[in-house]
């Protein structure tokens, strides 16, 4: 390893433990983040229910669980579950896209004003 790259490596390890300076950028950042979180936390969540939703109804039509489970007319419901899970799926964008626009009107000032300091510095 030659000198210069012994330096590098020392200088990357020496980084990792000392304190950092809290900059506006980082409250910028965390900022940004309280915004997005809770919107795309919900998007994670819901969408993946309604995709075990819309399997559920999948797997009544497609397989012999209906049988095993005892219903009778597994056709009924597994396309009226399909239906509900996938009408989740369809409306989870939209919910989404609520959420944060609701949030980005309440941090909006915030988060200008932050920026503005930070640019004019």
Request: net charge positive; aromatic share 24%.
């Given at each position: 390893m030659n000198k210069n790259d012994q330096?590098?490596?020392v200088q990357k390890i020496r980084t990792q433990y000392t304190e950092k300076e809290h900059t506006g950028l980082d409250e910028l950042k965390e900022l940004d983040t309280k915004v997005k979180r809770p919107a795309n936390v919900f998007a994670y969540i819901f969408g993946s229910i309604s995709a075990i939703i819309m399997g559920a109804g999948m797997s009544l039509v497609m397989t012999d669980i209906a049988e095993t489970v005892?219903?009778?007319n597994p056709?009924?419901?597994g396309i009226v579950i399909g239906i509900i899970g996938m009408f989740m799926a369809i409306v989870n964008y939209p919910i989404y896209k609520g959420i944060l626009g609701s949030r980005r009107k309440k941090y909006a000032d915030k988060i200008i004003a932050l920026s503005d300091k930070i640019?004019?510095?």
């Open positions: 330096y590098f490596l005892g219903i009778q056709m009924l419901y640019m004019n510095k």
